[in-house]
């Protein structure tokens, strides 16, 4: 099945830009969808097929991808963001319709 | 601004069948063209999809829960359920219902984000 890596963790100082990378084997072929979830929290999506932002979702929030890795960039990064990040593809080939990378979690320091 | 909300027992015995509800409201569930889905969450651990529904009854299953999972709808009720059979200490997890938006072609579809969740209930596994 389709297997997505992220790092598990990030560590960013206030203000500055933190970069979470999602690897799959030609993931640039695939729409990849974003999540951040705070702890107790249901997620929330913050990047949709690939660079989409949703309403309401700060402009600091940008995503690109590209060969075997997307990249969901957090920049002027805030307290308020420091939470765990999902990527998400579909996959046809996959025993579970939705696949989703084990989660990386952002530090503000 | 649709708004899901899940519930059912919070404790279930292993072996038995856990049950969940998953409201839906500010919409109607046949309205739009979505899917409806659950989703599940072990403490400390990462995002697993079980199954989803199409209004129509359509349904796409994770094949390693497949042989266990069933998840229906009910439109006069405006409501999806998931039920999921013989479970095991290995199915405690908060369970989340979710909102799928497909990307939609002129002659096809594809699966696409989850754009509304439920905010989660925990359901417990033990004697």
């Known amino acids: 099945s389709y297997v997505l890596t992220q790092p598990p963790s990030v560590s960013v100082a206030p203000g500055k830009t933190a970069s979470i990378t999602c690897g799959g084997n030609n993931i640039g072929t695939k729409s990849v969808h974003w999540y951040q979830q705070k702890p107790g929290q249901a997620p929330v999506m913050v990047i949709y097929y690939d660079t989409d932002r949703p309403s309401g979702i700060p402009e600091r929030f940008s995503g690109s991808n590209s060969g075997n890795t997307a990249t969901l960039t957090i920049s002027r990064v805030e307290a308020g963001d420091e939470a765990d990040y999902y990527c998400?593809?579909?996959?046809?080939?996959?025993?579970?319709?939705?696949?989703f990378g084990a989660g990386t979690k952002v530090t503000v320091l | 601004q649709v708004q899901l909300q899940e519930s059912g027992p919070g404790l279930v015995k292993p072996s038995q069948t856990l049950s969940l509800t998953c409201t839906v409201s500010g919409g109607s569930i046949s309205s739009g063209s979505y899917y409806w889905s659950w989703i599940r969450q072990p403490a400390g651990k990462g995002l697993e999809w079980i199954g989803r529904?199409?209004?129509?009854?359509?349904?796409n299953y994770n094949t390693s829960l497949k042989s266990r999972v069933t998840v229906s709808v009910d439109t006069s009720k405006n409501l999806f359920s998931l039920k999921l059979s013989s479970v095991t200490a290995a199915d405690t997890a908060v369970y989340y219902c979710?909102?799928?938006?497909?990307?939609?072609?002129?002659?096809?579809?594809?699966?696409?984000?989850?754009?509304?969740w439920g905010q989660g209930t925990l359901v417990t596994v033990s004697s």
């Open positions: 529904i199409y209004t129509s009854g359509s349904t």
């Open positions: 979710a909102r799928e938006s497909p990307r939609y072609f002129y002659d096809s579809s594809e699966p696409g984000y989850f754009d509304s």
């Open positions: 998400q593809v579909w996959d046809s080939s996959s025993d579970l319709l939705f696949v």
